[in-house]
């Protein structure tokens, strides 16, 4: 029998008060129960009890309201409608039962039931909802575990394709290689850990390739060389006659599986040494992993390829490891239609053996996937709409695109995408996935029911989910890719050259080649000079999101600097109304312009806050909004004092302070009484003044407020002001 304190909550719904009581009796030692002898009854219980019912027993046939009307209201409400509903029914009606479940029924159950039974299906019920629940949980942990792992990983790598861009010896540049290389490798595993629940489910599929087999056995010789000389034991690679010179198939799942066991074998042995001999026929290649370490005890062979299974675990406590490895690995070689078997002598070392098909590959398509500058391409007659509610990264990518001679229309909504995309032919239109009101996928399933051309319309998901599955979400709402933010040049270099008219496309020349300029021939700036003095921004990973291209990076810091306190305002007071909905899209919004700048550890902090907010733990945005707010404030202080007050502040004379109090006290009233014409003329009246640049960006944006008919962001700029 269940304690009171683990009692599920059960709402049983039915007019009739004998069926009322005894269904009570029933479940009253194992649930607790809440009677309820209509639909009004059951929503007045659901106002009033928390933590939500985790089940609702309904019966169909009810007067004033029955049950099938009474679904409809709770699937329409945002609160209830993740409740699952089971019908209670008399009549054994096909029709009627499938109308039910197709209003979100989970199950009927027909009276008169016996205790048993009802008892085992609400119970199998329960489970399921407690699976899907951790399913849920799981998802959303691996998401927020994502970009934990890819920020300092994307870090890495950002570094290094920098490095490879500066004048270093060969040697220095086989170090910056070897990194990269290993930078690249470890970020396809950690992809690939984070969405083991797609392996478990077998919806993980290999990407084959065409790819250059010695250039592949060279790099993660190299890998492993360095990890063995570090350990102090030998490596040895070997080789049995002509290997084939190019293979077609899953080179970044092939290279996991045997950096993995490779890395295993010299992570356990500590005298001796670690080979790795490889050999092909002509169907298959085989690779086998020799190492003069632990061993394994036999009866711990067969589990080895069990998920979170490692033998010898005390013994081997000081050994890093999850246990996931060698599941992945066996479930990538299975899935290459290959074998993986492990043979070892307890205390003399282990052999892994591992055999995939042979496919030849193309020596053309190899090199092609191995060039290491992609041609950059311009196309000044490119029509291209940006959406995004932040005008921040509007001026990111539309700066971004501007380096291919792009002159990009915006918008700063769905709704305004809609009208602009019927009003112009453009090529592609990158839009933006969460927007208040009305997001990125509603967006474009409305451009796409407009028929016709819109079906075909490339539209780009701009987002900061780069989690795996965000693709395939994409896709599957009529999508035609995404690009993550930060945007990355090189992606968007590819998506252009992807998806633009070949007619509007222009390939430059090495010398003119757009994405490389300028990286390792960098000039003395001293307004870059005093921005690398800032604590919270790292300007080499800020420089590499605008392909090192300093003046479009020092604007973008100098947009960011001016929006930064009334976007603080409006996080404020989102939070003060408890609105966390569009505290979650406005703090995204920050998360992602901190991260294009290089503010990395205030983006993280942004990010933690987004994820609260998305959980609806109202207390813990709260408690730690301020945190990031006293930041921003700081970090906006720091940049300001960087840049020189403009030409445009400096032509006007001084404003009076008296002057500005009053005005903005009249501009208020204006906001409180929806007076947007009167708002703008008092604005535009102390524009007409200098202020200081902040005092005047703010004055700006609440103009623009008023001139959207926005008098609630208006009144939050104005009060920042004052």
């Known amino acids: 029998m269940n304690t009171n304190e683990n009692r599920s909550k059960i709402v049983l719904v039915d007019d009739n008060i004998t069926n009322l009581e005894i269904g009570r009796d029933m479940l009253r030692d194992y649930y607790e129960v809440y009677p309820a002898d209509s639909a009004?009854?059951?929503?007045?219980?659901?106002?009033?009890?928390?933590?939500?019912?985790?089940?609702?027993?309904?019966?169909?046939?009810?007067?004033?309201?029955?049950?099938?009307?009474?679904?409809?209201?709770?699937?329409a409400n945002s609160r209830f409608q993740e409740i699952p509903v089971i019908f209670l029914t008399v009549k054994n009606d096909e029709e009627s039962e499938l109308e039910g479940l197709s209003l979100g029924a989970i199950d009927y159950i027909h009276k008169p039931f016996s205790a048993p039974l009802l008892l085992k299906r609400i119970e199998n019920h329960l489970e399921k909802r407690q699976s899907d629940e951790a399913s849920r949980f799981k998802s959303s942990f691996l998401a927020g575990m994502s970009h934990e792992i890819r920020t300092p990983m994307n870090a890495i790598i950002g570094m290094t394709e920098l490095l490879l861009h500066e004048p270093l010896n060969a040697h220095q540049m086989g170090f910056v290689n070897d990194i990269h290389a290993s930078a690249h490798s470890l970020l396809s595993i950690i992809n690939d850990i984070l969405d083991l629940s797609k392996i478990e489910t077998g919806k993980l599929e290999l990407i084959p390739v065409n790819y250059d087999f010695h250039l592949f056995t060279g790099n993660i010789v190299s890998m492993i060389t360095y990890l063995a000389e570090k350990k102090g034991i030998d490596f040895k690679f070997e080789q049995d006659g002509e290997l084939p010179a190019y293979l077609y198939g899953d080179e970044i799942r092939l290279k996991q599986?045997?950096?993995?066991?490779?890395?295993?074998?010299?992570?356990?042995?500590?005298?001796?040494?670690?080979?790795?001999?490889?050999?092909?026929?002509?169907?298959?290649?085989?690779?086998?992993?020799?190492?003069?370490?632990?061993g394994i005890r036999k009866e711990d062979i067969p589990k080895l390829f069990d998920v979170y299974e490692q033998s010898d675990t005390l013994r081997n406590r000081a050994v890093v490891g999850t246990g996931l490895g060698l599941a992945i690995c066996k479930s990538f070689v299975e899935m290459m239609n290959g074998e993986i078997k492990a043979d070892s002598v307890k205390g003399h070392g282990s052999v892994f053996t591992i055999t995939v098909p042979l496919v030849p590959g193309q020596k053309q398509e190899a090199e092609n996937n191995i060039q290491s500058k992609e041609k950059s391409i311009i196309a000044p007659a490119a029509d291209i709409l940006v959406v995004d509610d932040n005008e921040f990264n509007l001026k990111v990518a539309s700066g971004l695109l501007g380096l291919h001679k792009i002159k990009a229309q915006t918008a700063l909504s769905g709704k305004e995408a809609i009208e602009l995309v019927q009003k112009y032919d453009f090529d592609i239109v990158f839009m933006d996935h969460m927007m208040p009101h009305m997001d990125g996928v509603q967006a474009t399933d409305i451009i796409r029911k407009l028929g016709g051309k819109y079906r075909l319309l490339p539209i780009i998901a701009l987002t900061a989910n780069t989690v795996k599955g965000a693709r395939e979400m994409f896709l599957s709402h009529g999508l035609n890719g995404f690009i993550g933010k930060p945007i990355d040049t090189s992606e968007l270099n590819k998506i252009l050259t992807e998806w633009l008219p070949p007619e509007k496309l222009t390939e430059l020349s090495e010398s003119e080649n757009l994405l490389y300029k300028n990286k390792s021939e960098r000039l003395e700036n001293n307004l870059l000079d005093s921005i690398s003095k800032i604590k919270e921004i790292n300007v080499e990973i800020g420089l590499k999101r605008f392909s090192g291209i300093e003046e479009l990076y020092l604007d973008t810091l100098k947009n960011f600097c001016l929006a930064l306190l009334p976007k603080c305002s409006k996080m404020q007071t989102f939070i003060d109304n408890e609105d966390l909905s569009n505290f979650a899209i406005a703090v995204h919004g920050m998360k992602s312009e901190l991260a294009t700048i290089g503010a990395m550890r205030l983006s993280e902090i942004a990010f933690k806050l987004e994820s609260a907010a998305k959980n609806k733990e109202g207390e813990a945005c709260a408690a730690q909004y301020p945190v990031l707010k006293n930041n921003l404030i700081q970090l906006q202080e720091q940049i300001s004092a960087v840049f020189p007050i403009s030409e445009e502040t400096t032509d006007k004379p001084q404003g009076n302070q008296a002057f500005l109090n009053e005005k903005i006290k009249a501009a208020l009233t204006a906001a409180d009484d929806f007076d947007t014409d009167s708002g703008a003329e008092i604005i535009n009246s102390l524009l007409a003044y200098s202020y200081g640049e902040t005092i005047n960006a703010l004055l700006a944006e609440a103009l623009t407020a008023f001139k959207n008919f926005n008098c609630d962001d208006a009144a939050v700029v104005l009060k920042q002001i004052n």
């Open 257 to 294: 599986v045997l950096v993995n066991i490779c890395g295993n074998a010299v992570k356990f042995t500590d005298r001796g040494g670690v080979c790795l001999y490889v050999s092909a026929s002509e169907n298959t290649v085989k690779f086998e992993i020799t190492d003069t370490g632990k």
């Open 40 to 75: 009004e009854k059951l929503f007045e219980i659901l106002e009033n009890v928390s933590p939500l019912p985790k089940l609702i027993l309904l019966d169909v046939k009810m007067p004033e309201m029955n049950g099938f009307e009474a679904i409809k209201i709770l699937k």
